[in-house]
């Protein structure tokens, strides 16, 4: 398959290098290529140039180039940009296309837990089905770290429940068909239409916060029945 | 102990007939408990007086009445309400107690899944602590179901984890011995000061989308490491 993604950190490179190993075309789509490459972290932390080294089949292009003729558009930019993000992508590329959005709007503020851009009334998932009618938007992954997405067995005690949100069921069935048969997971509950975002969405909420209890963001939460 | 619970609806039922039984003695505050005696259900469902047959032992009263003496106080009213159900309760009933919030401020909607009164910069908890300074405000229960509360076992996959939120530390290791000893919990999070409670609200986005996927109010949510 082809598949475009969108963002350089995290969620962009492990999804990109998983997808790229799996025997897929990947491209990653930046605002600006030639910057993106040049950036140094100010943390000290691997920049994406470092990161590419190990990649030289996953192009960095413009957001609009790299979406070009991709089958499928992944959604990993941070969430209080992806709007914008995605409308340099243009609705050329998104129109009629799986859109997975695995984003989230944290809002970071100093000294406290982010806050959500939008949450309650909307959800950025519903956000972006609106600001592209003819996407086929599916939220999904944004519960969980970067290093699950694509590996969610990696915890001791099991996998956590995933979630899928979107109003076009044969996208929908697309997705869960990625993450059961790429991805590998086992437990997903199709949550509906794209205003059930606001779920998984909000959940992120409690999700910082279980973080900053147990000192680490490698745990999941599954759901009994 | 003596232990007072506002509200008279499925959560104040399950709570004050478990304590109950359990030998504490337990007032269900309400409104205007002639008011309550005398209700029936619109939908045809047992109303409290129905329930009170069956627990001579648990005085229904009005909420300041309810709450004179108490050592405990646990807040089961409609979230939409608690602050003015709790004002009712006053100042005198709440300062230097433990209160245990186990409401959601759940805003129902014709046709739509509810939408939260408040969320993401507040929470009900914080309302609650600022609305009473200094009652000892723990935010715990209220992402789970009522048949959970006092009975955490009774899903064949496992029980959920439960969390905590509140100031006073003293407070916490109370509400966290009554989870564990009177209600059978053993996983639960300490997730920290009242702040935090924002989390588990807003968890209930996910929750209630949840039960519409699973088509059954019987599931929950367990922290995997």
């Keep these: 398959m082809k598949i475009a993604i969108t963002g350089t950190g995290m969620v962009g ?8 190993r799996a025997g897929h075309s990947v491209t ?21 140039k ?25 959604n ?21 296309k799986v859109l997975i959005d695995t984003a989230n709007a944290f809002a970071y503020q100093e000294g406290a837990a982010p806050v959500l851009a939008v949450a309650n009334t909307d959800s950025l ?18 519960t969980v770290g970067a290093p699950f997405m694509v ?12 979630f899928v949100s979107g109003n076009d069921g044969d996208a929908k069935s697309q997705v ?13 509950v199709d949550l509906g239409d794209i205003t059930t975002a606001r779920g998984p ?8 916060r279980v973080w900053g209890a147990v000192k680490t963001p490698l745990f999941g939460f599954r759901l009994l029945k």
Aim: net charge negative.
């Design 13 to 20: 490179r492990t999804l990109a290098g998983f997808l790229s």
């Design 28 to 48: 990653v789509g930046t605002r600006n290529a030639i910057e993106t490459m040049s950036r140094t972290d100010p943390n000290g932390k691997p920049g994406f």
């Design 50 to 74: 470092e990161w590419a080294v190990d990649f030289p089949n996953v192009p960095l292009k413009d957001y609009s180039e790299a979406a070009e003729g991709a089958e499928i558009i992944i």
């Design 76 to 96: 990993a930019t941070h969430g209080v940009k992806s709007i914008e993000a995605l409308s340099t992508v243009g609705s050329a590329n998104l129109d009629g």
């Design 125 to 142: 998932g519903e956000q972006i089905q609106r600001q592209f009618p003819k996407a086929r938007v599916v939220k999904t992954l944004n």
């Design 151 to 162: 590996d969610p067995g990696r915890l001791p005690e099991g996998q956590p429940t995933i």
């Design 176 to 188: 869960i068909q990625i993450l059961k048969d790429l991805f590998g997971w086992e437990d997903i």
């Design 201 to 208: 969405e909000m959940f992120m909420s409690l999700w910082v």
